[in-house]
């Protein structure tokens, strides 16, 4: 359990992480449409997509 509590709380993944959400919105910006609303950042998927979007984001 401690393992499992260290990861969660692990600073160093939580920077990595963040930096990748800070480099996908910035994406984002880059190729969205000026003035429009068409896109969205993450697109509405059912659970059991959404779960396999997560596990593939997390493995990278």
């Known amino acids: 359990m401690d393992n499992i509590l260290h990861q969660a709380y692990s600073s160093e993944k939580f ?3 963040g930096h990748k959400l800070i480099d996908y919105l910035a ?4 190729n969205a449409p000026a003035g429009q ?3 969205k ?3 509405w998927l059912e659970p059991n997509q959404q779960l396999t979007f ?4 997390k493995s990278h």
Not at 54 to 57: D, N, T, V
């Open 27 to 30: 994406d984002f910006l880059d």
């Open 54 to 57: 997560c596990r593939i984001f």
């Open 15 to 17: 920077r990595q992480q």
């Open 37 to 39: 609303e068409e896109e």
């Open 41 to 43: 950042v993450f697109p």
